[in-house]
């Protein structure tokens, strides 16, 4: 079989909003990336996948949809989505694009409409409402002025869409057409396991974002992606969708990724891990025993940084870790999913002002969790302030960003040999010469307390999860570390690629 482009890609998320702003007015937009894609390119990545830029009151950041087939104002126009997908393909870099077809924007057309009384059969209005609450926080059902509650898992600014109703499905075939049809390589399922929730909307007990429920990872949604699957399949050029399914089980992700349905899914388990070899391990054995094409993923626009999330007692733990992570996730087989800044060893901005932040999450639990803000600060690309590059006009970037990131930015990283960005670029152009010759399969060898060792043909990989340094598998040739190593040890928080002759 030939091996589809996806299945080993190097696929890095660009949060639109904080990524470059070419307008000058603080917020990201679609020429900014375009202005940036030969930095994408030479960082070694194989695809990008753009978060929605589609016209949007950005209640939850542009996750609510008012008109699936365009473009803000606020990100550019769909002439430069045109000239960015344009770019892109010269360049060798495929394009994913986010469709987010659980709910859409009160601002939509459609429920606007429904709020006239026309078409609410399109949304999931009832006279009166269940136990279930928004993800985000508060009940799950806002009141109409005439008395109708209409359901969100979201934000009341995002209602979500009855799959149950035709209408829906045929909308969403055209949305997908319109955007295969300017040439794009695939698409990022916002939400994939919701959709469809169970019939007579029963109460839940437990509703957490993960589980099996009434609310979410109905058994109907499959239909929904066999037939996007099809629609795919019809098109030339190997387009793939990758759901963004959040389950407990790897055997309830494996449903999402049969062979006619999405080609890929991601798999958090890797991203929920703690930082600890058989957790690792764990995750590594389920993945690989029950999903077709792996994907792994340490860090997103939703959760906080993995940098932070490593962090330890000892200062530089988190960073150490992080890039450990990264040689250990590019060692594994199958395609990974790297988040914007990761490359740069961004941590999360914890400090951000309350005055400032924007994410709905903070908002709808009244202030009692930071929300997802911190993770979403715009990129810096140069050391001087006010913006560290990342606008090209005098405008306050979105979000404020930390002194700390001038010593973060690209510009300062750029040709040192031990910083991270060039440790990442390094990574993969590695990964990139490897390819041809190791196999999809994975081998555990014999490793000691705290650490995993693994082979895949000629490349081993050595990670030390544990308190001491570990000696390495053998005299193999050392193709990268993520950390110095002493005297044939493998120091704590570190990883190794080493290469072995071909047998
Ligand atoms: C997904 C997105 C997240 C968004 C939510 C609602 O989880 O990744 O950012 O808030 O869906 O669309």
Not at 13 to 37: K, P, Q, T
Not at 250 to 256: I, N
Not at 345 to 362: H, I, K, M, W, Y
Not at 399 to 407: D, G, N, T, V
């Amino acid at each position: 079989m030939e091996i589809p482009w996806w299945r080993d890609a190097v696929v890095y998320e660009i949060y639109v909003r904080s990524f470059a702003d070419a307008s000058g007015d603080g917020v990201g937009d679609l020429a900014g990336v375009r202005e940036r894609l030969p930095y994408l390119r030479r960082l070694g990545v194989d695809a990008i996948w753009l978060t929605p830029f589609y016209p949007s009151p950005m209640a939850d950041g542009g996750y609510d949809v008012a008109d699936y087939r365009g473009v803000d104002p606020l990100f550019g126009s769909l002439a430069d989505f045109e000239a960015l997908v344009a770019d892109a393909h010269e360049l060798g870099l495929r394009v994913l694009v986010d469709v987010v077809p659980n709910h859409s924007s009160a601002a939509h057309p459609w429920f606007q409409a429904a709020l006239r009384g026309e078409g609410r059969e399109r949304y999931i209005f009832r006279d009166t409402t269940n136990n279930w609450q928004s993800t985000f926080g508060g009940p799950a059902w806002t009141r109409v002025a005439d008395g109708q509650y209409y359901l969100h898992l979201f934000a009341p600014e995002q209602p979500d869409f009855n799959w149950r109703n035709p209408e829906v499905h045929e909308e969403f075939l055209d949305v997908l057409r319109f955007w295969l049809d300017r040439g794009v390589d695939g698409f990022r399922i916002d939400v994939a396991m919701g959709l469809y929730k169970a019939e007579g909307l029963p109460n839940v007990g437990d509703q957490s974002f993960t589980s099996v429920s009434p609310v979410w990872g109905q058994p109907e949604v499959h239909g929904v992606y066999r037939d996007w699957r099809r629609l795919l399949d019809g098109y030339p050029g190997e387009r793939m969708a990758v759901g963004e399914v959040w389950t407990d089980s790897p055997e309830d992700l494996a449903q999402y990724v049969r062979p006619d349905e999405l080609h890929q899914s991601f798999n958090f388990a890797w991203l929920q891990a703690p930082w600890s070899a058989p957790a690792f391990r764990k995750v590594i054995e389920d993945t690989l025993s029950t999903v077709p094409f792996a994907t792994w993923v340490l860090s997103n626009h939703d959760v906080v940084r993995h940098r932070t999330r490593y962090e330890g007692t000892e200062p530089g733990t988190g960073l150490a870790r992080a890039r450990a992570a990264l040689l250990a996730m590019l060692a594994l087989p199958g395609s990974a999913y790297l988040y914007q800044g990761e490359e740069l060893g961004l941590p999360e901005v914890t400090d951000l002002p309350d005055e400032a932040r924007q994410d709905p999450v903070f908002f709808q639990s009244k202030g009692e969790l930071p929300g997802r803000d911190g993770c979403r600060v715009p990129i810096p690309w140069t050391v001087d302030p006010p913006s560290h590059g990342f606008s090209a006009g005098a405008a306050e970037p979105w979000l404020p960003q930390p002194e700390s990131f001038a010593e973060l930015s690209v510009e300062k990283q750029e040709g040192v040999a031990d910083s991270t960005l060039e440790f990442y670029r390094r990574a993969l152009a590695c990964r990139h010469e490897l390819a041809g010759e190791i196999p999809y399969s994975l081998e555990w060898l014999e490793s000691p307390e705290g650490a995993l060792f693994f082979t895949r043909g000629t490349l081993v990989c050595a990670i030390n999860c544990g308190a001491h340094a570990v000696r390495l598998p053998g005299h193999e040739e050392v193709l990268l570390s993520s950390g110095p190593l002493r005297n044939g040890l493998l120091p704590p928080d570190t990883a190794v690629w080493l290469r072995r002759p071909a047998s």
